[in-house]
């Protein structure tokens, strides 16, 4: 593992920062910037509730188009936008209301029997409310209320709640709240099974779930990741709560490293970039922690705040991290597409993860690696394995026209498919074939007869169709029709 500073010292960074825009600037005073008074549910919207003359009013900011701020005179002690779409959502006390801007109109309303001390959207449909004993969830659609789904934790009951997580498909919950003990900021979560009714309380700051599928798993595992810094050490754990199909994935804990000046820092926030299998964590005193889902290793850490950040959320369509601080910056950090994988490669020297980030993200930069891999295993016999890095490889460095003919010059063993068909069936358990991949893939199956496989691989989508295929086919009943008619004659 690299050193804090040989990370920092790189000028091949593996992240891109920036700063979309100063909260400020859009007209809104710095008193107003607070955890209290300020939301962001995703990249598009933050949401600002201000005092103005002594009048409450909100300001919808689109991060996009700072200068198109949108303010509303409106009383309210919280008010956060629907994730997506141009829907505010008001609450006062027990009283909880959904706008629709653009339509002005109302699109429903309801009353708690308790306050709501938080509340956040957890996907596009539902939103999540946390009273002082319970959480509910309220479905955007339809007439329904709020419905409970379980029962705070003892634990939490003296935390001030910051946040509430869900995986995608909402059966694993996680509240998450902190609360002042013998001098720090400590954490405590409760992680909660919708299926089981069951709850654990996990000591932790932050907290985020994602999808991994580990080597040898037919399908993915549901990971939840979670960092937490103690009296006596700061950690950042990933484990399976749902298990995939042949999943051997091992709990990992590793170290969450603060400088001896950030001694009073800890997490405030953990995301996961899907697309790269990438852990974000974030600290109170802006300082960002990259690490791989799958295997827990760190890829980079630096600070990128000197003010404190207080807000953050994940930035969908970049799969980066985006963090509030109280100067009212939004920054952004993303993964450098271009120089990450040289980066793991030349700076934390780690090979394997390097191999790992390029297959799962198509990233560039390790095409010789894969190569050379590749041409090792094929040499050396082990087919099956050659075909398995072809197949795990970016873009078209090994999955081309020259990889298919190398196959189809081996050899057939009497009693086996042949080792191009199992080159393409090592590739079809990867996912879709590309162009030539599918032409070259059907026309073998073609000339067996075997029009089934043809017809589930496309109910399947793991063919690419294109004009040659679909001359390809045709041509293929053609003969057919052709040799039947002259059977028959």
Excluded at 11 to 30: A, D, T
Excluded at 404 to 423: N, T
Excluded at 454 to 479: I, P
Aim: glycine content about 6%; some cysteine.
């Amino acid at each position: 593992m690299c050193s804090s500073d040989l990370l920092i010292m790189s000028n091949q960074l593996p992240i891109k920062f920036s700063e979309l825009l100063k909260i400020p600037s859009c007209g809104i005073s710095p008193e107003s910037i607070s955890f209290k008074t300020v939301t962001m549910e995703s990249e598009k919207y933050i949401c600002v509730r201000e005092s103005v003359n002594g009048s409450g009013s909100i300001a919808i900011v689109d991060v996009a188009n700072p200068g198109n701020t949108i303010r509303r005179p409106i009383t309210a002690d919280s008010a956060i936008m629907h994730p997506d779409q141009p829907i505010l959502t008001l609450k006062a006390g027990n009283q909880l209301q959904i706008y629709n801007i653009e339509l002005k109109r109302k699109i429903k309303e309801t009353t708690t029997s308790e306050p709501i001390v938080f509340w956040k959207w957890v996907s596009a449909s539902t939103l999540a409310l946390v009273t002082a004993t319970a959480v509910l969830h309220w479905a955007m659609d339809g007439d329904a209320a709020p419905t409970k789904v379980f029962d705070r934790h003892a634990d939490l009951a003296a935390c001030q709640i910051i946040n509430y997580r869900a995986d995608p498909t909402q059966q694993w919950l996680c509240l998450v709240g902190i609360s002042q003990k013998d001098g720090r900021v400590a954490g405590s979560m409760q992680l909660y099974s919708v299926q089981r009714k069951v709850s654990q309380s996990i000591e932790g700051h932050a907290s985020a779930f994602g999808t991994f599928t580990a080597d040898g798993a037919s399908s993915p595992s549901t990971l939840f990741t979670f960092a937490v810094r103690t009296a006596t050490a700061a950690k950042l754990y990933i484990l399976e709560v749902e298990k995939g199909t042949n999943s051997q994935f091992q709990k990992k804990a590793v170290d969450l490293v603060f400088p001896p000046e950030a001694a009073a820092d800890f997490p405030v926030a953990v995301q996961v970039a899907q697309k790269y299998g990438i852990v974000f964590v974030m600290t109170k005193f802006g300082y960002v922690h990259l690490f791989d889902l799958g295997s827990g290793a760190l890829i980079y850490r630096n600070r990128i705040s000197s003010d404190t950040i207080f807000l953050s959320c994940l930035h969908q369509s970049v799969q980066g991290i985006i963090g509030v601080n109280r100067q009212g910056q939004v920054l952004l950090v993303a993964v450098d597409e271009q120089n990450i994988v040289p980066f793991v490669v030349n700076t934390v020297r780690n090979v394997g993860l390097a191999i790992q980030l390029a297959s799962r993200g198509n990233l560039p930069g390790a095409e010789d690696l894969f190569t050379q891999q590749f041409q090792r295993l094929f040499q050396a016999g082990q087919y099956k394995e050659a075909a398995r890095v072809a197949a795990e490889s970016p873009g078209d460095v090994l999955r081309n026209a020259q990889t298919i003919q190398l196959f189809q010059r081996l050899p057939s063993v009497a009693g086996q498919p042949s080792p191009l068909l199992q080159y393409f069936g090592t590739l079809l358990e990867k996912g879709k074939l590309n162009k030539s991949e599918s032409i070259e893939l059907v026309r073998p199956v073609l000339a067996q007869g075997r029009k089934e496989l043809l017809e589930n691989w496309l109910k399947e989508d793991k063919l690419e169709c294109s004009e040659e295929l679909g001359d390809l086919v045709k041509r293929s009943e053609e003969r057919r029709v052709g040799k039947e008619c002259r059977s028959r004659w």
